[in-house]
C-alpha cells in the first residue's frame, strides 16, 4: 500500500474533523489546507472545507488540491449562508468524534491545532469537557481599533453570560461533536459556542494561541457589523439561558 493509499483510508474513518469555513479566500485555502495536514501528520484526521458559495476561485483552488491532500474534502453551499452554516454544514458531514476549526483566511495557524485538540483528548480530562478554545488575547495581530473592538465586544459578553471566556471570536476551536449536535442554531451561532456548551452543562477550558497577520484578501467583517450582531445575538443568547432546565443527565432504571 502506498503512503497516499494508507492516507485515503485513515480518512475514511478519523478520529479528527477539520472544519474550514472558507468565502472568497483565493490564494489562501490551499496553502492553509497543506499547513493543516503538516500539522496533523501521523494522526487519523481528515480536513473538511466548506466553501460558502465563493465569488473567485476558492472553489476550484480546493477540488484541484484534492489530487495532492488525500484527507481533504470540500463541501460547497448552493447559496451564500455565513459563517456559522458553513461550520453547521462542516460537522454535520464530519466523521471524526472530534471536530477542530479555524478561520479560512489563515490568521489561526495550524500548528497550534495539537495545542487544543491533544487538551480535549487528554486521559485526565474532565468526563464533561466538550470544547478546549483557543485564545488570542496575548499574541492578536490585528489594528489597535479592532483588538479594542474585539476586547471590548468579548468583556461585555463576559460579563452578561459568564462563560469565563476571553476570546470567543477565536476560530481556533476543538469541540465533541456530539455535544455541538446538542446545541440550538443560529446565525453566528459560532461566537456563543462556549456559552451554549455551558448551557448544555458542560464545561470549556481555554489556551493560549499565536495569531498572525491576513496577507490576502480582506476580513469579512466591521467593526461596528460585528458589534450590532453581538449586542442582538447576545439578548438572545440572554433569553436561552433563562429558559434552560437541565436534567443533569438521565439514567434508565
Known sequence: MTQAQADTQMSQNPDISVVVPAYNEAGNVVPLAREIAAALEGRNYEIIFVDDCSK????????????????????????????????????MHARGTVVATLDGDGQNPPENLPTVIDALMR???????????????????DSAWKKFASRFGNGIRKRMLNDDCNDTGCGLKAFRRDVYLLLPFFDHQHRFLPALMNREGFKCEFRPVTHRHRTIGA?????FGRLFASL???????????????????DEV
Not at 486521559?123 to 495581530?141: C, I, K, M, T, Y
Not at 476580513?219 to 467593526?223: A, F, H, R, W
Not at 447576545?234 to 443527565?249: E, K, T
Open 232 to 250: 442582538t445575538d447576545m439578548m438572545g443568547m440572554m433569553w436561552l439561558n433563562s429558559r434552560a432546565r437541565n436534567s443533569r443527565g438521565a
Open 219 to 223: 476580513s469579512k467583517y466591521t467593526n
Open 56 to 91: 473567485d476561485t476558492t472553489r476550484q483552488e480546493l477540488i484541484d488540491a484534492k489530487a495532492e491532500l488525500p484527507a481533504l474534502r470540500v463541501l460547497a453551499h448552493r447559496h451564500n449562508a455565513g459563517q456559522s452554516r458553513s461550520v453547521r454544514t462542516g460537522v
Open 123 to 141: 486521559e485526565d480530562a474532565p468526563e464533561d469537557l466538550a470544547l478546549v478554545g483557543g485564545d488570542r488575547s496575548a499574541n492578536r495581530q
